[in-house]
């Protein structure tokens, strides 16, 4: 393009003109060009491959893998010439990320489990880099083209996560699919933000569309991807995914209509007939798979059994408590799952299903403050954007925006790498345009220096690869405590120790690597003290190593300072709802003649009918300790002679060890790993002596009734 004509199209140019401006850019630099297509390869495949909860998976080699792959693209960003001073300042909304960044690391000082806090703060870093690396990447290419690469890349990577959900819908009919997420809800969160992105993508590719392709052929190519990611959405039945998903469709009809409300009005009325087709079918389509999924879950809203809703609310009220007490810098990221017991309303759980109480809670709510001015930010300057040339995306990143901070509302999505990391590539589209429809483009690419590496970029890197390194050692640690018990169910007691031994080598920090080599010490007539005290010192907030250190004491298999009551007093003071910390102690009182075990079971008898016991994560789940304690209770009033009462007592036993029953197929279907697996396992086993001691006390009743 010769210098003249290049002018001619910039004093030409308008906000809804299809040509790309400037020339050669800066971003065809090799090391730019190989940042892109790796950065198009993770949004790509981040939603099939880093969309598990590692709190409660364990599953940390993504993680390593995404930390490895951002120092590379860091190191890669290093070699690009850099650009002049005046073209390094920090923006507003990088200067807000950093400082939530910066003070979401100050949580270290104040977390109870530093394990799990320098897991997630170097997850955070992570995606927080590649707000960065997507940001200067927009900066440097030319804008139409290297929107509609990143676009394609986010539009793929819901396309084919929704596809085989669809699928699957179709074959099995079941109203929840989650696909490669850990559960339907996250899901339906990035197909929300998903949603107005491929939108702006279809408006993209007829700005940047080859002359060979037919506009009739790519008009059906612009929709498709919209319609398979809406029915993705709906066959997760997630009515705060639908909720995101209108918010978001509503936010990016604005924003079009403030960037080409002309040009939307002369369309409509030239293709009436064919948006009211259009319209109809997405109506009859979407209704039809609507009332297998999502509108009889909006339907239980106007009635008691809604339990979704209900375990929502007096979680986050919990979590508000939780928040307050430490409200300046937090329990620590990463910490929910180790702090928020001692607060827990209802039924134990790893998130808070509130994005914005859960960072208050594990951050600060200066860190909440701090992110929420970082999202209102790009919102403005995406706002601002709707008269550039890069309208398109800045309605799609609006709208994007808008569904992460509803469905925030209702579920944590932060705490998912592919949510997270779609969240600051939506940053970076709506904070990267800087330049305004009037204002002439320059030809020439700005002024670079060749003289030297950019070093903040090979700081970061060095950091995020020791983060790998570090991370990579916890996957080996988890392997290697899945080995060692594997070796004790086959009873190789000394490959077992061994492998526990290397495992809390390879990840000393970590509580859960502590307490399992102490369960198999124990298990081998081992002295388990000092990891018992390893497993405490690193997580002192769980009660659960108290537990596991009181049974150990009663069952006398080592000697302790502190007697075996005292621990478990120690245990339930930490997690006062706990149902099975407070059965384990009235076992243990009874046994020893104590009357106070009675009421620990009367506690846990009253737990079932407040929120607590009425309101578990998911309708699947029976806790059986209640069936326990209602067993022993009922044993106990017959034995006083109060038959009606152990009448009533022995009825709630039938009740929740038919509900048990009930819902054991489709629990079985949703374990996928081993230990849910062995897990149910146990509960089974457990359900067939409950059913064995009911047996005892109904026959019990039957010879008192004679």
Known sequence: MSVAKSKTAVRTHSPSHPSITGSTPAGATLPARLSLLIAGALLLLAPRGLSSFWPSTYDYQPQATLLAVTACVCLLMALRPRPPRRAQRIEIVAALLLAFFAWSCLSIITSVYIHDTLLETTRVAAVVAWFFIIRALLREAPQDSIFFYFLSAITGGAVITSIPAIINFIQTKDPRQFSTFYNPNLFANYCAMALPLALAWGITAFRVKPKTIPAGLLAAMAVLPVLIIILGLLVTSSKGGLLAALAALLMFAVALWRAQGTLLKKTLRARRGTVI???????????????????????????????????????????????????????????FPSAYAQFAVTGYTRSAHQLWLQIAAENGFSALLLLIGTCLAAALKGWRALRSTAWPAAAGGLGALVAFAVHGLTDAGW??????LLLLVVLALLDAPESKADEPQLDASPPTH???????????????GLASAGTQRAALAEDLRAEARQAM????????????AAATDADPLSARMWSNRALIEEANNRNPRFS??????????????????????????????????????????????????????????????????????????????????????????????????????????????????????????????????????????????????DELDREKQRHDALEIELREVQNQLKERAR
Do not use: C
């Not at 339907?299 to 408590?321: E, I, K, V």
């Not at 705490?415 to 997270?420: D, E, H, N, Q, R």
């Open 532 to 677: 018992y005290e390893q497993a405490r010192r690193r997580q002192p907030t769980r009660a659960t190593h108290l537990l596991n250190m009181a049974q150990a004491v009663a069952e006398k298999t080592f000697e302790w300072d502190t007697p075996a009551g005292a621990l478990f007093d120690q245990a339930v003071a930490l997690e006062p709802n706990e149902t099975k910390t407070r059965l384990a102690r009235a076992q243990w009182l009874l046994n020893h003649n104590d009357a106070r075990g009675w009421q620990d079971l009367e506690y846990i008898a009253r737990l079932a009918d407040q929120p607590y016991g009425k309101y578990p994560a998911i309708v699947e789940i029976v806790n059986l300790d209640f069936a326990q304690a209602y067993a022993k209770l009922a044993a106990r009033a017959l034995r006083n002679g109060k038959k009606s009462e152990a009448s009533k007592l022995i009825g709630r036993v039938l009740s929740d060890l038919a509900r048990w029953r009930t819902h054991e197929p489709r629990r079985r279907q949703l374990a996928e790993e081993p230990a849910a697996a």
């Open 489 to 500: 169910t086959n009873r190789a007691a000394q490959t077992a120790l061994e492998k526990a």
């Open 450 to 464: 060749h003289s030297a590496l950019n070093w903040p970029w090979v700081i970061v890197s060095l950091l995020l």
């Open 277 to 335: 087709v259009v319209g109809l079918v997405l109506l009859i389509v979407g209704g039809a798979v609507a009332s297998r999924t999502v509108l009889p879950r909006l339907h239980q809203l106007r009635g008691s059994d809604d339990n979704s809703t209900m375990f929502r609310y007096y979680t986050w009220r919990g979590t508000l408590q939780m928040a307050t007490a430490r409200p300046v810098l937090g329990w620590g990221a990463g910490s």
């Open 415 to 420: 705490g998912i790498t592919s949510i997270a």
